[in-house]
């Protein structure tokens, strides 16, 4: 179980949202998943809404941007309806509910019939204009980044949480491999600068009759590479070759994207080591045993 989860007791979420939204507040409903933050559905006002709770506030304020300055008919982000502190030492907010599921509640052959949708949400995200924005990395709630290269960003994720390796049932070859694995082809990286929603699809993509209702999440939103959404659809999703069918779009809508199998790679390489760090660092040894079997298995060093 991660120690870093925010954690509330649905009758003390049910207080909260009776002294925010009146009495009248009904269908409380804790929302299952999330590394991070506490999340329930409720219904106020004959209106459907998500409460969020969480420790930090830096990703509702990410998700609040990004309703303000990204959203569109293919990116739809939901509207942040309030925001504020819960209980003194935690944050929440409260946005509007959007139909369907996630991603990764359908079937795969649900998920391959909500594909053409997915590429659009994919292709309208990476073709948002950031020009009013500067730098590379994860941006903060001004919109903007500190990183003065792709490179660099990369760079400074390749240097983990290296004190958690101390602990006895870590893999350090393991984890050496994956960092030396990334070097020689972080030079296949482009210095143009897109938008990156970083955790994009799952549980962050909601979908509604095979169509995108809902691009969830910014928290890990940057600027660099698009390929690392690719490589996240395509690492997570075994069951989907989402690397062929991205591959064969981008051939089909005339999408020239240099070095695709390198920077593929790459990104699966980062993503791997960072979940391998996130698990050690939220202290889930089981869950840290099992991905690192996983990824093993994939055969990526």
Known sequence: MSTVKTRVDSRVAEHFLANQFGPEVGQIEKIRGGELAEAFFFEADGVELVLRIHSRSYGFIKDRYAFEHFRSHEV????????????????????????????????????????????????????????????????????SARRKTPRSHLESAMAGRNALWAEPYVDQGFHRALRASMRPLIDYMPDQRFLVHGDFGHDNLMIAEAQVSAVLDWGQSAYGDFMHDVAWLDFWDPDVDFAGVVREHYRRTRKAVPHYEERLRLHKLAIASGSLDFFLWSGQEVVYRKDLEWIKSLGLV
């Open 76 to 143: 739809p982000i939901p509207e942040i309806v309030k925001y504020g502190r819960f209980e003194g030492d935690k944050f929440y907010a409260v946005s509007r509910r959007a139909p369907g599921v996630t991603q990764a509640e359908l079937s795969v052959s649900d998920r391959q019939a909500a594909l053409p949708s997915v590429l659009r949400a994919l292709d309208a995200v990476h073709g948002t204009d950031v020009s009013h924005t500067r730098g590379y990395g994860h941006w903060r709630g001004s919109g």
